[in-house]
Structure formats: structure tokens, C-alpha cells
């Protein structure tokens, strides 16, 4: 059974802060890794995407891959308030379906 | 870019009626998918299509749901009868056809409750 493990929070950061959100999968042969954001009600959005070792910076988001560790991590710099909702980790083998962890809620306090 | 097109937004039915969402996945998409969603979990794929086929599904309960994409282009997902547990959120999702990386692309959803 894969699975993809995160932390259901609430994490709670203030304004301006810097929200480092994480998630650790089991399968090994994991080729593909996503962070999606999900607003309460709402469906979920695809926010970043990375498949390779290291750091992929888009805007005030920086997701970050460790493949020996089996660890993704998205951080978000300048938080605000509007980034108030659950994040989503997924992962992907190479034919295998997407699976998803249970999501972090995060609170941006103003 | 118009994206993916999902019909009723809410449904309210009594168990054991019938009930059927649409699909209509981003234009040029060739994979689309149905997940479900419970409050407070990520989404579940029920199944897979590329084009016309389901090439997966296995997690489809197969007594009670069908599917069914018959041009390739958009989806009907069906549960016949529903039960009180089918009150979740059926998501589409869909992606392109040759999309190595497989992102997906997810619609407003349909959310269901079974009284």
C-alpha cells in the first residue's frame, strides 16, 4: 500500500512568516511529486510540481525534493492570509495513480 | 482556457435512488479521471480513462458504480443504488495525453449527500 504521509496541522504561522509544510511517501519508485491547495469548499488546485532533487522555487513558493529521504516540502515565504487552506502532497510512480496525503491545514494569522 | 466542467455542483438524494455526474474535461486532454473525496482526506482515484478506455479501475466499486466515456471526450459517472457512505465529493480531473509528469487539472467537484 503506498502512502503519503503529512501532518494534519493546524499549522499556524503569522503574517509574513515563512509556512514550511511537509510530506514523506513509501514508495521508493516515486517519480513525480506535487503540492496542491485546496480552500475550503473548493477543489483542489495544482500549485507546484517537482521531480527531481533539490529546490524549485516559483514566486513565494519553494518546493523542496529528497528522494534517498523519500521527503517533499513546500515552503511558502510572505504568507498571507489568503494562503489559509489545506495543502495537499501527492505522488506518482512511473504507471502507478496519484496518491494523496491527507493535506495540512495552514492558518496564516493577520 | 476554459477548464474542467463538472454538472450538478450539489446533489441531494434519498439511498438506494440512482445518481449520474458529468464531465467535461480541459480541451486537447486525453486522461481524465474520477476521484472521490471524504471531509478531511485527500482524493481517491476511482478511475482511469485514456481516451475511451478505463485503464484503471480497481478501486471502482464495481456492484453499485459505472462509468462510462464513450466519444473519449466527456464522462459520465453513475451509482445505482446509493448508500448513506457515497456522501463525499466526486472530483474529475483530467490531464494531457502525452503529460509525462501527469499533472492533473481538477474541476469544481459534485458534492453528494445521501439521506
Known amino acids: 500500500q503506498k502512502e503519503v504521509e503529512q501532518n494534519s496541522g493546524p499549522l499556524s504561522v503569522p503574517e509574513g512568516a515563512i509556512a514550511s509544510l511537509n510530506c514523506t511517501y513509501s514508495?521508493?519508485?516515486?517519480?513525480?511529486f506535487f503540492w496542491y491547495r485546496q480552500y475550503s469548499g473548493k477543489s483542489p488546485e495544482l500549485i507546484m510540481s517537482i521531480y527531481s532533487n533539490g529546490d524549485k522555487e516559483d514566486g513565494r513558493f519553494t518546493a523542496q525534493l529528497n528522494k534517498a529521504s523519500q521527503y517533499v516540502s513546500l515552503l511558502i515565504r510572505d504568507s498571507q492570509p489568503s494562503d489559509s487552506a489545506t495543502y495537499l502532497c501527492?505522488?506518482?510512480?512511473?504507471?502507478?495513480?496519484?496518491?494523496f496525503g491527507k493535506g495540512t491545514r495552514l492558518s496564516v494569522i493577520a | 482556457e476554459a477548464g474542467v466542467v463538472q454538472s450538478p455542483r450539489y446533489k441531494i438524494i434519498e439511498k438506494k435512488q440512482p445518481v449520474a455526474f458529468w464531465c467535461n474535461p480541459i480541451s486537447g486532454h486525453n486522461t481524465l479521471y474520477w476521484y472521490l473525496q471524504n471531509l478531511g482526506q485527500g482524493p481517491e482515484l476511482l478511475i482511469r480513462y485514456e481516451n475511451e478506455e478505463a485503464v484503471d479501475d480497481s478501486q471502482l466499486p464495481k456492484d453499485r458504480f459505472s462509468a462510462e466515456r464513450l466519444k473519449g471526450v466527456d464522462s459520465t459517472l453513475k451509482i445505482q443504488p446509493a448508500e448513506l457512505g457515497d456522501s463525499a465529493v466526486y472530483l474529475c480531473?483530467?490531464?494531457?495525453?502525452?503529460?509525462?509528469?501527469?499533472?492533473?487539472?481538477f474541476g469544481p467537484g459534485t458534492r453528494l449527500t445521501v439521506l
Open positions: 480531473a483530467s490531464s494531457p495525453e502525452l503529460a509525462q509528469f501527469n499533472e492533473q487539472f
Open positions: 501527492a505522488v506518482k510512480g512511473g504507471n502507478t495513480p496519484l496518491v
Open positions: 514508495d521508493r519508485g516515486s517519480q513525480s
